[in-house]
Each structure stands twice: as structure tokens, then as C-alpha cells.
T-cell receptor, first 116, second 118 residues
Framework: GDSVTQMEGPVTLSEEAFLTINCTYT??????LFWYVQYPGEGLQLLLK?????DKGSNKGFEATYRKETTSFHLEKGSVQVSDSAVYFC???????????????FGEGTQLTVNP | ETGVTQSPTHLIKTRGQQVTLRCSSQ?????VSWYQQALGQGPQFIFQ???????GRGNFPPRFSGLQFPNYSSELNVNALELDDSALYLC?????????????????FGDGTRLSIL
């Protein structure tokens, strides 16, 4: 079945440091890939997406490129801020063949803490 | 644009009881999905509803059931509650073009209902 593996956390960085959170996936077909962010006490917010190989998703300084050859979708940001502290989830979405529905499969999440 | 709203925000129940959680989808969306997020883990897919029909189900027992209404809002019902049902329950809405075509539009989440079982 589908699965998503994220780098083990937590990750602690100083403000303005470079961020990489690794994400690899296993899925049949051609899934869409997403990064969601969850702040304390809140639901998940869509951060960025990519729907086909070599697509680059970007938002708020974060970027991720859909690499089909390495089945990866690593999240990067050149200079993190204290306000980026949150839990980050990598996810894939694939159409359910029998019903044309869709389901998200998530990784375990990576806790990011950015210190001033 | 109205986002996804869920109610209640918090709920405490005891083992064996039943619970109903509610979700209003984002305006313009016609599909609702429910997820269970245990503490410190990623969300797990429970099921999805489109045009008032269940449209896919994850690995959850039949005591987890749902409904979708003509205005696209939805309910999640859980019977015979167990301690392991304690979790954050997230609702997400999205738009699907037709019954046979789905371009996997992003799902937008509410803030969830925190369910605690004593």
C-alpha cells in the first residue's frame, strides 16, 4: 500500500538557518504530493503541492520538488524564522480506482523548533 | 471564503458511549473526508463522502460511520467508544469535478475536534 516516510525529528535550528526536511514515498501510479503544516492546537494548513514529476511547489519561502526517480519530495527553506516553528507533514494523494475518490496518506510529521 | 468549521472543539466521553462530530465544508467544495490523528502521529484516513455517498474507507471498523448532507456538511459517528479512540478528529473538504473524474484537488482542513475517552 501507499506510505510516506519523513526524516526523524525533532529538528531544532537557529533563526536564519537553512532547513531541509526529507520525505520519501511509496505508491503505485502517479500520486500528487503535498506538504502540510500544523501549528499547536490547530488543524493542518496546506503549505505547498506538486502534481507531477519535476513540478516544484513553493509558498512563503518554502520549496519542494517532485522527484519521481528517487520517490522524494524534500522540503527546503533558505532562512527560517521563529514563526516557522510547527509540525510539518508530507502527504500523498491518489485516486481510489473503484470509486474515483481520493485519500491522503501522511508521514509521521517532523517537529521544527526555531530559536531566536 | 468560509473555511472548514468543526464542532465541538473538545469532547469528553466514557467507554461504551456514542459520539457525533460535525463538519461544515468550505464554500464551493463538494467532498468531505475524515481523519483520525493520535497524539504525536500523522492523520489516518477514516472515510470520504461525495454526493452523500461513502466514497472510500480506510482501515477503521464499522462502528465508525458517517453522513453527508445535501449542503455538503458531514457528520462522523462513533459507537461503542474505546480508550484508543481518544484522538484529534479532522475534517477536510475539497472539490471534485464529476463522479468519474477526480484531479486530486488539495484538501482543506478544519481545526479538529479533540475527543477524550475516560
Amino acid at each position: 500500500g501507499d506510505s510516506v516516510t519523513q526524516m526523524e525529528g525533532p529538528v531544532t535550528l537557529s533563526e536564519e538557518a537553512f532547513l531541509t526536511i526529507n520525505c520519501t514515498y511509496t505508491a503505485t501510479g502517479y500520486p500528487s504530493l503535498f506538504w502540510y503544516v500544523q501549528y499547536p492546537g490547530e488543524g493542518l494548513q496546506l503549505l505547498l503541492k506538486a502534481t507531477k514529476a519535476d513540478d516544484k511547489g513553493s509558498n512563503k519561502g518554502f520549496e519542494a520538488t517532485y522527484r519521481k526517480e528517487t520517490t522524494s519530495f524534500h522540503l527546503e527553506k533558505g532562512s527560517v524564522q521563529v514563526s516557522d516553528s510547527a509540525v510539518y507533514f508530507c502527504a500523498l494523494s491518489r485516486t481510489i480506482k473503484e470509486t474515483s475518490g481520493s485519500r491522503l496518506t501522511f508521514g509521521e510529521g517532523t517537529q521544527l523548533t526555531v530559536n531566536p | 471564503e468560509t473555511g472548514v468549521t468543526q464542532s465541538p472543539t473538545h469532547l469528553i466521553k466514557t467507554r461504551g458511549q456514542q459520539v457525533t462530530l460535525r463538519c461544515s465544508s468550505q464554500s464551493g467544495h463538494n467532498t468531505v473526508s475524515w481523519y483520525q490523528q493520535a497524539l504525536g502521529q500523522g492523520p489516518q484516513f477514516i472515510f470520504q463522502y461525495y454526493r452523500e455517498e461513502e466514497n472510500g474507507r480506510g482501515n477503521f471498523p464499522p462502528r465508525f460511520s458517517g453522513l453527508q448532507f445535501p449542503n455538503y456538511s458531514s457528520e462522523l459517528n462513533v459507537n461503542a467508544l474505546e480508550l484508543d479512540d481518544s484522538a484529534l478528529y479532522l475534517c477536510a473538504s475539497s472539490f471534485r469535478q464529476t463522479r468519474t473524474f477526480n484531479s486530486n484537488q488539495p484538501q482543506h482542513f478544519g481545526d479538529g475536534t479533540r475527543l477524550s475517552i475516560l
